[in-house]
């Protein structure tokens, strides 16, 4: 009896912490929503070699998404010092941020609204190998006339940014 419920408490425990993170779903309102927001909804995209090891193994990545009412101080960040500090350093440019932990092969669709502020969404990718990967990707949202669609893509050390443009990916 006790064998067949382990797999069981197993399977249940695994659901509940992946609908825990809370990232898929209805839109969640951005702390300055409000009228002319837009809702940004899209996929993020692991692939199965991302993030590789001194073995070539694949390895899970820390992502942040960054709503940002500028891009200014996101560009022009080093690494160490987002990484470290990314609420000092994006000041008054960050509205709001998320973090997560994605790994090798995971699709994890998202779909939130944003308020008027928000036009740039950042994102950075802690990789393993650090400031050495392709670690950050932007777009300008404020130009998506109330709904935008993105796919975020963590392929080996790098993290991409697509706007998707009736059905197609346009780099962002």
């Known amino acids: 009896?006790?064998?067949?419920?382990?797999?069981?408490?197993?399977?249940?425990?695994?659901?509940?912490?992946?609908?825990?993170?809370?990232?898929?779903?209805?839109?969640?309102?951005?702390?300055?929503?409000?009228?002319?927001?837009?809702?940004?909804?899209?996929?993020?995209?692991?692939?199965?070699?991302v993030n590789p090891d001194q073995d070539g193994h694949p390895a899970p990545v820390r992502l942040r998404i960054y709503r940002l009412q500028s891009h200014h101080h996101f560009k022009n960040a080093d690494f160490p010092s987002l990484h470290d500090d990314d609420e000092r350093v994006l000041a008054t440019d960050l509205i709001f941020k998320e973090e997560m932990t994605v790994y090798p092969g995971n699709r994890i669709p998202f779909h939130r609204a944003w308020g008027p502020n928000a036009r740039y969404l950042g994102v950075m990718a802690i990789f393993g190998t650090g400031e050495n990967a392709e670690w950050r990707a932007l777009t300008d949202v404020s130009r998506a006339?109330?709904?935008?669609?993105?796919?975020?893509?963590?392929?080996?050390?790098?993290?991409?940014?697509?706007?998707?443009?009736?059905?197609m990916g346009s780099s962002g």
Not at 2 to 7: L, Q
Not at 11 to 37: N, Q, R, Y
Not at 147 to 162: F, G, K, N, T, Y
Request: aromatic share 2%; with cysteine.
């Open 1 to 49: 009896m006790v064998k067949s419920i382990a797999p069981l408490a197993c399977l249940v425990l695994i659901a509940a912490i992946l609908s825990g993170c809370g990232f898929a779903g209805e839109p969640k309102p951005d702390t300055d929503a409000g009228i002319g927001g837009i809702v940004v909804r899209g996929e993020i995209l692991v692939s199965e070699d």
């Open 145 to 167: 006339g109330g709904s935008e669609a993105v796919i975020v893509r963590l392929q080996d050390s790098s993290v991409s940014l697509w706007r998707r443009v009736d059905g």
